[in-house]
């Protein structure tokens, strides 16, 4: 088979300042400034050296659609740039074979104090298009993208629901051979994802060269026969895509021992942190673990250095079994009320949950939090917590089901004569 992408000895080193990556005070804007502005500044003695790649070596077939997965940190976006040459590599190789077309993380290849339109300029060009082609292919990309009002709007304004749509319409009208894909699906709403889904689909069946980046496991599932890990910069599995999701979830559930405060591996803004995660009883007793039927809370603390900026809040439990097949999410605004609109600088929030419902067995929960009406990522944090839970009865009648069954509902029976 001929390759589309092979890539030899990749490393790339950051120079970073100690703590600066969790300053909370990082906006998103400031973030596209500092991308534009980073990766050429010297370096000086109050830095240190840190390998986001770490001598990375594989290849991928033509026409091959290629999972990546990876906790957050790994260093999958930082592969998916150094591929489509927005940031050069320290060391290796990397050669492509093919025109490429990348969907890169909110932002890269924008500029902020540029218009909608002059981006679609900029980042059309830096994904090779030529001036006549995007001139060509301009309506159709706003069009698709349903911006029209905010064209002559700096980017910097743009929510980033917004930047994905722009981002995702120019990338998808560039016709690449190879195309790049960096977890867009976890932003957005339902119809652009399955937009994003269908395009990818339809760019495989065509028999190009894919590469995608996902959190979504059944998406990597359907879509990728094969697929990398990475953690912390290195290759640590490959093969086929259910093994390397199985690898995965058992590499996760060692991050669970670690204070939510320390962990590293979180997505945000950096001006909202989730601080504690823990499980009580209705009398705030903390509990290592649950009965099936008993009634419990999820509780979170959380710190900001900026309650106005992401009021309204709101917070997402995600529960998966401890192999990762999602099981359910509660999300604060979907059962009643959302969120109270001035969200204190320092807070706890709670999750009552009554009756557990899930039979014995081991779970985990990620945490998030999004603000404003566009749900702009705040803090996220896979595998946060352990949910587990314990023989208890749920039903009042001292019986239980199968613990191959993870679901437990309320219902009852009946048996009428039949005439
Ligand atoms: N421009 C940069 N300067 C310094 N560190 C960076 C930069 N970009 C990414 N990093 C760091 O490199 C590591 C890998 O980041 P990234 O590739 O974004 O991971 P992933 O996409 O897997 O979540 C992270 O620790 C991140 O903080
Ligand atoms: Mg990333």
Redesign the pocket.
């Known amino acids: 088979m001929s390759h589309a992408i092979t890539v030899e000895g990749l490393s790339?080193r950051?120079?970073?300042q100690p703590g600066?990556?969790r300053s909370p005070y990082r906006t998103l804007r400031e973030s596209l400034v500092?991308?534009v502005k980073?990766?050429w500044r010297g370096a000086s003695n109050d830095k240190i050296d840190?390998w986001?790649?770490d001598d990375v070596s594989f290849q991928v077939g033509r026409g091959e659609v290629l999972g990546v997965i990876?906790?957050?940190?790994?260093?999958?976006?930082?592969?998916?740039?150094v591929l489509s040459r927005i940031?050069p590599p320290t060391l290796g190789q990397v050669s492509l074979h093919g025109r490429v077309g990348s969907l890169l993380?909110v932002g890269t290849g924008f500029h902020p104090e540029l218009t909608g339109r002059e981006n679609v300029f900029l980042n059309g060009a830096i994904l090779g298009m030529s001036r006549g082609e995007i001139q060509r292919k301009f309506d159709d990309i706003v069009e698709f993208a349903g911006l029209h009002d905010f064209l002559e709007t700096p980017v910097k304004r743009y929510s980033t629901g917004m930047f994905m749509r722009l981002a995702f319409s120019v990338a998808a009208h560039i016709q690449p051979e190879i195309l790049l894909i960096?977890?867009v699906l976890a932003v957005g709403d339902v119809g652009f994802q399955k937009k994003c889904l269908g395009k990818m689909g339809e760019v495989a069946r065509e028999g190009r060269t894919v590469l995608f980046?996902s959190h979504q496991m059944d998406a990597l599932m359907n879509i990728c026969p094969r697929s990398i890990l990475?953690e912390q910069?290195k290759i640590i599995a490959q093969g086929p895509t259910s093994d390397v999701i199985e690898r995965y979830f058992a590499s996760q559930q060692s991050m669970l021992s670690a204070r939510l405060d320390q962990r590293?591996?979180r997505?945000g803004r950096k001006r909202f942190q989730f601080t504690e995660t823990w499980i009580e009883d209705m009398d705030g007793q903390r509990l290592p673990s649950v009965l099936a039927g008993q009634s419990i809370k999820l509780v979170a603390t959380y710190e900001t250095t900026d309650p106005r900026l992401v009021s309204p809040l709101t917070v997402s439990f995600a529960v998966c079994m401890a192999q990762g097949a999602p099981v359910t999410r509660f999300v604060s605004d979907v059962p009643g009320e959302p969120l109270p609109d001035d969200v204190p600088a320092r807070g706890r929030i709670e999750c009552v949950i009554p009756r557990m419902p899930f039979n014995v067995g081991r779970y985990f929960y990620d945490v998030l939090a999004e603000s404003g009406p566009e749900f702009e990522m705040e803090d996220w944090v896979q595998g946060a917590g352990w949910l587990i839970v314990e023989a208890g009865d749920f039903w009042g009648t001292g019986r239980s089901i199968n613990q191959k069954y993870p679901v437990l509902l309320e219902h009852s029976w009946s048996l009428k004569k039949n005439d």
């Open positions: 790339k950051y120079r970073i600066a990556e500092d991308l980073r990766p840190f986001a790649l990876g906790r957050n940190g790994a260093g999958k976006s930082t592969l998916l740039k940031t993380e960096d977890e980046v990475l910069g590293q591996d997505k």
